[in-house]
């Protein structure tokens, strides 16, 4: 079950609001949410089901042991079974064929494929957990001693099977003690609208040109290859962003308050401020429990960082292409620290705002393609009339078709992934009326947002999240 399938919204949701609120104890609630998490799980594959189980009960025992032997060498024991168990689940159902592959390829053997069908939030329940794990050692917080409240934090759904990653921290007192508000409801339901229509009509939309365009990547021209690579940029911007918005919401009509996981990163002026702004959960988490983690030394710190953008690439894919992707993004991370931030300061605003989207839009030209030919035949047709490479011409009628005929939502698309929204809503604050013209755009924005997605969404081949397969 997807947030974008309308069985989700009108039948799921429509159930669970009404039987969530009949209750006001907690513990009612907790439980409610509980049956109807697992439910969602469920709804794909029953059998990732008994696979999340599994691994909450073997994490809850080893969070009980490690509070039970605190700041003793056995806490460290349960530390790294439970990393090896967990991490150890991980790659068996995620990496298993990657390494056959390659195996095979080095070495000549012909080891049989497992082809193990990848269970869907396995990455994201399991660096949940694992942060879970690591701040109990680390006594960033207390021990959970109840099961189900521990089951609840791992298999809320909201966040459950694409993000973002919710530290215990975050919500450590609101399993016991939340009441929403009205206002809390409302911003969530807006909150999801807003995702819904990211997905629905901005995503959906972008992917649509971009698999035309990229499905002959040999025969594109130059032109065509930038103007499909910036929407593949953008495509995965609103397809993710709009999942955790919807993550968010859904969370916040329930009264948790998670996390931002995207903060209009396009608007970044390098690539440092880009990954403070994108997928913030996943960086976080990373700088967190890898980099500042002294695996090799203090005087090794760029060892660190290597290490961080090697599993930064590798957590999105058993695939050479995001390897490369996690290292290229990493590679200009260290630049920039060799530069330094007052020297990059110095630098104009146009001329970093322009080296900062040009490394952006390559890089998800990498991110595209798992497959060498396809990556060669792109990198060829971005430069291909400028090192003739491929005999590709600049332009082509089709590529001035394609971005006359979808204009407006090219347009909306760039002018959305800026905080215009924002800027729009504080202007408006400033005016006696303001309050009033902005509840009444937001509903009217909520409406017509949901009213577009639904339609859109009947008789259509509804495209899943990008980041289900990570």
């Not at 807003?194 to 021209?221: H, M, P, R, T, W």
């Not at 303001?434 to 859109?456: D, F, K, P, R, Y």
Request: charged share 10%; hydrophobic share 50%.
């Amino acid at each position: 079950m997807k947030f974008t399938d309308l069985l989700f919204v009108y039948i799921f949701l429509a159930a669970l609001i009404p039987i969530y609120f009949i209750g006001k104890r907690t513990f009612y609630r907790n439980i409610i949410l509980i049956v109807f998490s697992l439910v969602f799980y469920a709804w794909s594959n029953p059998i990732w089901l008994a696979l999340l189980l599994g691994s909450v009960t073997v994490n809850y025992v080893f969070g009980l042991l490690i509070g039970h032997d605190k700041d003793t060498g056995r806490a460290k024991l349960w530390v790294a079974l439970s990393l090896i168990f967990s991490l150890g689940m991980l790659f068996v159902f995620k990496y298993t064929d990657f390494f056959i592959t390659n195996i095979n390829s080095a070495f000549g053997t012909s080891i049989p494929l497992t082809n193990i069908v990848l269970p869907v939030g396995i990455s994201f329940y399991t660096f949940q957990i694992i942060s879970y794990i690591m701040d109990c050692y680390w006594g960033k917080v207390e021990v959970q001693k109840s099961y189900y409240k521990f089951l609840l934090y791992v298999s809320l759904f909201p966040q459950l099977v694409a993000g973002p990653i919710v530290r215990y921290s975050v919500i450590e007192h609101e399993i016991d003690r939340r009441s929403p508000s009205v206002n809390d409801i409302s911003v969530g339901v807006t909150r999801f609208i807003y995702g819904f229509g990211k997905k629905v009509i901005v995503a959906n939309g972008l992917i649509d040109i971009v698999d035309k365009y990229f499905g002959g990547i040999s025969s594109l021209s130059v032109a065509g290859t930038w103007y499909a690579v910036i929407l593949y940029a953008l495509y995965v911007y609103y397809d993710f962003s709009g999942y955790s918005d919807m993550a968010i919401g859904l969370g916040r009509i329930f009264g948790f308050h998670f996390d931002e996981n995207f903060i209009y990163p396009f608007v970044s002026k390098n690539i440092t401020e880009f990954w403070q702004r994108w997928h913030i959960s996943l960086g976080s988490f990373f700088r967190d429990y890898l980099l500042y983690v002294p695996i090799f030394g203090k005087r090794r710190q760029y060892a660190s960082l290597f290490l961080v953008w090697f599993c930064t690439g590798f957590w999105h894919g058993a695939s050479w292409n995001y390897i490369i992707w996690g290292l290229y993004f990493g590679m200009f991370i260290f630049l920039e620290r060799l530069i330094g931030a007052k020297r990059l300061k110095k630098i104009p605003a146009v001329i970093m705002h322009i080296y900062g989207k040009l490394i952006i839009v390559l890089g998800f030209g990498i991110f595209y393609f798992d497959d060498k030919h396809g990556g060669l035949s792109a990198l060829g047709a971005f430069f291909g009339n400028l090192v003739g490479a491929n005999g590709n011409q600049l332009i082509d009628p089709g590529t001035q078709m394609s971005l006359l005929n979808n204009l407006f939502l090219i347009i909306a698309a760039v002018i959305f992934s800026a905080p215009v929204i924002p800027a729009l809503r504080a202007k408006l604050q400033q005016s006696p009326a303001g309050e009033n013209v902005i509840g009444v755009a937001a509903v009217a924005s909520n409406v017509a947002i949901l009213l577009v997605s639904t339609l859109l969404l009947v008789n259509s081949t509804n495209a899943p999240f990008l980041y289900w397969h990570f």
